[in-house]
């Protein structure tokens, strides 16, 4: 046998190969180990990977149950190589699944100096395959034939060889080594996502956090051995680390390297030396291994418009960006756009965002995109770009808010109102991130444009932690302006986010400070509505008195300016104030007057609210069926606007009225529904108001055992909140249900615990009614002295408040208790 004497194997393959003419009988060995094929040996930590593993396993089963051909595409260093090394020599180890051993090359697809042909690679295949120089034909076409009949070879004695084809960049480069033969299956990596015929796509993401701190420790412990106990030692440092490593393995192994360097290196000295996002990439390198070149060679390979664009991204201040925005970037129509942004996704340099048309970079390639746009585009070109992005998103979010808002059509960008909240709801972290970068930019106009826009959809859909951040950085701004106006304007807004998540104190001295700009200038306009917000807040901080100063000032300035839809909304917070203070009659006219401006004016949203709470007086005051039908007009109202919120909070109020008609069923129906709705709109005071009130519909159906769990969460609920009143209500209501359960100390507790609630928040009625409850439980416990205590403790303050019912109760009880005791 010519030219292959020396490559014989005992066991070996026999393959027949054409040679000028003749046919030539080449003995091929009988498996092809990885260390002579150059196939690297995987790397000992490796984690996270689990779930992509097993899936590339499935696909190499044999046909028909195998995929045959698999791609793992991902961003460079996201560890497709690693991925694909272990899962090969996984396979390998498996008896029986490819005898014949595994071909491995790599293509260097994205270097162009290093790159190999198709050409090429076959000929180090066929020679790994043990083929002479001499035999292995010139042209591709030869070769290719050649190779795919030496692996059919394999195949047909039962010798199944896996094809390993690292690092492609192209189609065409990795398809003249795929075997055709559905027997013999490939691994193939590319940061591009291949179209190659019948093959399976993986793409590859990121770590997550856990795996990414475990893969950090790894390959610490590998290099320092398993004392070193640096990463298990520092828990929030690692996860720091990796996080600023954009979860990236490449990123975390260079890390992992540094701090292998210097054993006495800690943690935080690494996190501190990344922090700076302009030194980053700089420092995310040792020796041959470097992020910023890992991305340079996917960078390197973008045409001119690509790359153009790639720059740009950076520029939008949000986590992602939508194909309409990166055309206004880019100064294109949105189809053109589209084309680059596929092109950069395929290249996985971006990756789809959440939904169809959203795209988002990784933190790494966007600090180097970033970098590259600062050294290669003329400031005027990125000052031109950053322009067009923000009278995008000005003008956009005007128009949504004004359509959300009225019903009316400013523009053509949008036709319906579900169409503006969509976009508002896709954009939203780019606007608020938009006003946060204004005043570094110079725009100082940009956030109180956007918090006027805003202000609507904010409140709507409950984003009181994004209307700070927006109210905020209209406050910075209007400073920086020193405009006294755009001050006042910012503080008013801020105040309302702030009430919502009971931020009192902030927002009292934030509407001060607005009333005092206001009142100074003589706009009594402006000072009323402000008073008319301060006055709420007041309530909320049960400063009675304080409130009523406020809102009857409030209702005179806005009466003298005849601005009725804030005379509305003074009355409602005066009738509310009315109703803490159990003035009962006083409180549902003035909610009635405020009713009936409300559809003197049209305004369906605060005729639904102010029903909500008339309904709630209502039923105080036991006129259950008035309760009932003015509570169901609320609820429809909230429905017919489609806000969730609002229908939730009249549905709760509707379960208490079903409670006290008797109709429990429908009462703990109606909770339990309120509380989901509360829950999907991050509302936790109102959730904890609706858990406990669903506690209190299972006691009365003496379903005792069921009400604990919702009244210790609402317990916890306002315990996180702050809410101390509201952290009583639910404890006396825990009480009652443990005392039932035949729990005495547990409801002893409980009801204490109410009661010291009640005192901080100088609440003396409902601390009274807390006495009133301790006192039932303490008496159900033997204890009867304390409970007579706590009865004579009650009595008075009920009286005061004018609480007649509670009152005589726990005078008769008093009276009853003590001619017992003999007192």
């Keep these: 046998m010519t030219g292959a004497t020396n490559n014989e194997i005992s066991g070996g393959i026999f393959h027949n190969v054409v040679v000028q003419g003749g046919t030539v ?35 190499l089963r044999p046909p028909p149950q195998g995929s045959g051909r698999q791609v793992v595409s991902g961003l460079a260093g996201v560890g497709k190589t690693e991925l694909v090394l272990q899962v090969a020599h996984r396979a390998l180890r498996e008896d029986g699944r490819f005898p014949g051993g595994a071909l491995f090359i790599d293509l260097f697809g994205y270097d162009t100096e290093r790159r190999v042909t198709p050409e090429r690679a076959l000929g180090q295949l066929l020679r790994a395959l043990g083929l002479p120089d001499e035999h292995v034909p010139a042209g591709l076409q030869d070769r290719t034939r050649l190779y795919r009949s030496v692996l059919a070879s394999y195949a047909d004695q039962g010798r199944r060889v896996l094809l390993v084809l690292d690092n492609a960049r192209t189609a065409e480069q990795v398809a003249p080594l795929l075997s055709g033969d559905p027997r013999i299956p490939a691994l193939v990596t590319s940061r591009h996502t291949l179209a190659l015929p019948d093959a399976r796509l993986h793409d590859l993401s990121v770590l997550d956090g856990a795996a990414a701190v475990e893969l950090l420790d790894g390959a610490l412990r590998g290099a320092r051995g398993p004392a070193d106990s640096r990463v298990a030692s520092a828990p ?20 992992a390297a540094l701090l292998a360097d210097l054993p006495q290196r800690p943690l935080s000295s690494m996190t501190r030396a990344l922090e700076d996002s302009r030194q980053r990439l700089g420092r995310l390198s040792r020796e041959d291994l470097a992020v910023r070149a890992a991305f340079g060679l996917s960078y390197e390979h973008l045409g001119a418009e690509q790359a153009r664009l790639f720059r740009l991204l950076p520029l939008n201040p949000g986590a992602d960006l939508s194909t309409e925005t990166a055309a206004r970037l880019a100064d294109t129509e949105p189809y053109p756009a589209e084309e680059l942004l596929q092109d950069l996704a395929r290249g996985h340099l971006i990756e789809p965002g959440a939904g169809y048309g959203r795209w988002r970079m990784h933190d790494l390639i966007r600090l180097y995109a970033e970098e590259l746009g600062r050294e290669q585009d003329a400031e005027q070109e ?14 956009t979010a005007r128009e949504a808010g004004i359509l959300l808002e009225s019903d009316i059509q400013p523009g053509h960008r949008f036709t319906t109102q579900e169409e503006a909240l969509a976009w508002l709801e896709d954009e939203r972290a780019n606007l608020v991130a938009t006003a946060g970068i204004a005043r570094g930019l110079g725009y100082l106009f940009v956030p109180a444009d956007l918090l006027f826009s805003l202000t609507g959809f904010l409140s709507r859909q409950r984003y009181f932690g994004d209307w700070v951040a927006l109210g905020t950085a209209a406050l910075d701004c209007a400073r920086a302006s020193g405009s006294r106006a755009d001050e006042a304007f910012a503080l008013f807004a801020l105040s309302n986010p702030l009430r919502a998540l009971r931020r009192f104190e902030e927002a009292r001295s934030a509407l001060e400070r607005a009333i005092a700009h206001y009142r100074s200038s003589s706009d009594p306009h402006l000072e009323g509505s402000a008073l008319v917000d301060l006055g709420l807040v007041f309530q909320e901080m049960r400063r009675f008195d304080d409130a009523v100063t406020a809102l009857t000032r409030a209702l005179s300035l806005l009466r003298e300016v005849g601005d009725r839809h ?35 004016l049209g305004d369906r949203s605060g005729e639904a609210q102010t029903l909500s709470n008339l309904g709630t007086i209502l039923f105080k005051e036991s006129r259950l069926d008035e309760a009932a039908e003015t509570l169901g007009r609320a609820l429809a109202a909230h429905r017919e606007l489609g806000d969730s919120h609002g229908e939730a909070q009249a549905l709760n109020n509707l379960g208490l009225v079903w409670r006290r008609m008797d109709r429990l069923e429908e009462s703990v129906e109606a909770h339990t529904r309120a509380i989901d709705t509360f829950r999907l709109t991050h509302a936790p005071r109102s959730e904890g108001l609706a858990l406990n009130n669903l506690g209190i519909a299972l006691i009365t159906a003496e379903r005792f055992e069921e009400a604990i769990g919702p009244l210790e969460l609402a317990v916890r609920t306002f315990r996180e909140i702050a809410d101390r009143h509201e952290e009583g209500s639910a404890l006396t209501n825990l009480s009652t249900a443990l005392s039932m359960l035949d729990r005495p100390d547990a409801a002893v507790d409980a009801a204490r615990k109410s009661a010291e609630c009640f005192r901080a928040t100088g609440d003396r009625h409902s601390e009274a009614l807390a006495q009133y409850a301790l006192a039932r439980v303490l008496k159900a416990a033997g204890r009867s002295e304390e409970a007579l205590a706590a009865l004579s403790a009650a009595v008075p303050v009920l009286r005061e408040s004018n609480d007649r019912e509670y009152a005589d109760a726990a005078e008769e009880a008093r009276k009853a208790l003590s001619e017992r005791l003999g007192t």
């Design 25 to 59: 009988t080449l003995q091929l060995p009988p498996t092809l180990a990885p260390a002579l094929t150059g196939m690297p040996s995987p790397a000992d930590t490796f984690t996270g990977r689990e779930a992509e593993a097993e899936l590339l396993l499935g696909g």
């Design 236 to 255: 929030d440092e690692a996860a720091a680390l990796a996080r600023l490593c954009g979860f990236l393995p490449l990123a975390l192994r260079i890390v």
């Design 382 to 395: 990125r000052t031109a770009a950053l322009q067009r992005l923000h009278v995008h998103y000005l003008s």
């Design 566 to 600: 804030g005379m509305g909304k003074a009355l409602t917070n005066l009738g509310l104030v009315h109703m803490d203070l159990r003035r009962f009659d006083e409180a549902i006219d003035l909610f009635t007057q405020d009713i009936a401006i409300c559809v003197e």
